[in-house]
């Protein structure tokens, strides 16, 4: 219909050109033709501006939506930048700039021509997830009730400070586990991060330097961090700021270690170390051997075949988490072996039957000796 007018009015517009061409040879007279023509020109005007108004600009590209559809020059609104599928359904589209977003159609009239539209939202580019690095704790952990509620009561915090907790205990006392439990704990109150460093601090300890890159990587591995230790510490703290997130660092050596380490306002920090030293603003809890009752449902509940025996064996593992799943795990191990020759063995050469026979001499998680050789 609209075509079929701008056609009758472009032909009224070239007989009123040839009609006017005719007057000034026959009756050159200015006034009835200067006013016929402004007519003519306010009647076209005022069509033309109208239809502008309802006519979408052109496009320079064609835009395809995420169905390989193109999306046509009337389904653009006024300013062009919105397009919407004539069905009036949601419809996601991409953009020349390849942005994905999705518009819905406030009003499609009969025919399918663009009323309104209304962005709903730009599709969500991709982030990093915040890191996850707690592992479960062991199964059979037991007892710790008492220390478990007063770290976790130590380590809510405010938006005012940091929480900062040191665990310090012999080597094989269960403080890495003991934190471990803690974090899982707590870890719903961190959900921008929860991270684990192992520092070494017993063996080969890393520097400050090493453990601030550590931590950074965790939160962008595809990151290069600085290797100087101011850069570091503004890189740390400023991933850290305004946000909830837990740091485990484990096995400290000693203070100028891990004061790098210490987070902004609203992070937790748990340090674990055999060494006694004190950081700022840190709580420390000193952590000692299993209760008695404690000490044998751990070995029952890893070799319940010693049975009555449990006491005793508790009482020769010096009620030490080490020593006890250590020897636990031998007679589970080893069924031919007897509970009670074991115990025998045990009272006579103490550190030689606290060590797994098929593991490495060495290993502080599979020797008692060598674990307590590391604390000195």
């Avoid at 060495?362 to 050789?373: E, L």
């Amino acid at each position: 219909m609209r075509h079929s007018i701008k056609i009758a009015l472009n032909g009224i517009a070239a007989i009123t050109l040839l009609v006017s061409l005719v007057w000034l040879v026959v009756a050159p007279d200015f006034e009835p033709l200067l006013a016929l023509l402004g007519a003519l020109g306010m009647l076209l005007g005022a069509f033309f501006i109208k239809d502008e108004a309802r006519t979408p600009p052109a496009t320079a590209a064609p835009t395809i939506n995420q169905q390989g559809q193109q999306v046509h020059g009337d389904q653009f609104n006024a300013g062009g930048d919105i397009k919407v599928d004539q069905s009036g359904q949601v419809t996601p589209w991409v953009t020349a700039g390849g942005d994905v977003k999705q518009v819905r159609v406030v009003h499609v009239a009969e025919g399918g021509s663009y009323h309104e539209a209304h962005e709903e939202s730009p599709a969500a580019a991709p982030t990093t997830p915040p890191p996850r690095q707690l592992s479960a704790p062991a199964g059979d952990f037991v007892g710790r009730t008492d220390d478990i509620d007063v770290l976790c009561s130590a380590l809510t915090v405010g938006n005012q400070a940091a929480a900062i907790c040191g665990v310090r205990g012999m080597g094989g006392i269960g403080k890495t586990e003991l934190a471990m439990v803690v974090a899982n704990r707590l870890a719903d109150q961190f959900p921008d991060g929860q991270i684990v460093v192992d520092l070494l601090g017993t063996t080969t300890p890393l520097t400050p330097e090493r453990a601030l890159q550590e931590i950074i990587r965790a939160f962008d591995p595809t990151v290069k961090p600085p290797d100087d230790l101011l850069s570091l510490k503004k890189d740390y703290l400023s991933r850290c700021s305004g946000k909830r997130v837990l740091i485990l660092a484990d096995d400290a050596r000693d203070e100028k270690q891990t004061r790098p380490l210490l987070p902004p306002a609203g992070c937790a920090l748990i340090v674990t170390s055999r060494h006694s030293f004190t950081l700022p603003g840190m709580r420390r809890f000193d952590l000692d051997t299993l209760d008695p009752a404690d000490a044998e449902h751990l070995l029952l509940a890893i070799c319940p075949r010693i049975g009555d025996a449990a006491p005793e064996l508790a009482r020769l593992c010096g009620y030490l988490p080490l020593a006890l799943r250590v020897s636990a795990s031998l007679l589970d191990a080893d069924e031919t072996r007897a509970v009670a020759r074991y115990l025998t063995q045990l009272a006579a050469e103490r550190l030689h039957h606290l060590a797994d026979p098929d593991g490495d001499p060495n290993d502080p998680q599979a020797s008692v000796a060598a674990s307590f050789a590391l604390s000195y």
